[in-house]
Structure formats: structure tokens, C-alpha cells
């Protein structure tokens, strides 16, 4: 039997801290339950999260600045 040493990574405080008050989001967890059922259903979970990086990339774009419509007169 091979001796095998389990590598670990270390922490720092400021993760730790992100950690725990990611643990606590209700958002989060409901979040990974809706990757499990992905996972369980032999999707793969390497392209939800392509799309989910892509989609994020999308939607934290930096906004333009927001200028005033003048008038009064609107038409769709």
C-alpha cells in the first residue's frame, strides 16, 4: 500500500471570511442544488459553467452613463 499524503490548501482570513458568509446565502445553496440536479442528469457541468461565466461576463459589463431623455412626446 502506497503512502499517500492528502494536499490541503490553506486559507487566508479574508477567505476563510468569504466562506463562511457564502455558507449562509440561501441564494447560494439553491444555486448548488440547481447544479446537482444538472450534474445527476448527466449534463455536463464544465458547460453550465461556461455558460454561466459567459452569461455573468454579459451581464457585469460596465454601464454608460445614464443621460436624460428630453421631450414629452414618446412613441414605442
Known sequence: MKNSKKSTAKLSKEEKRELLLLSKSSDLKNDMREIRKINDQNFSLDSYIEY????NLFANHERKPFKKIKGNLFKI
Open 52 to 55: 454561466l461565466t459567459l452569461s
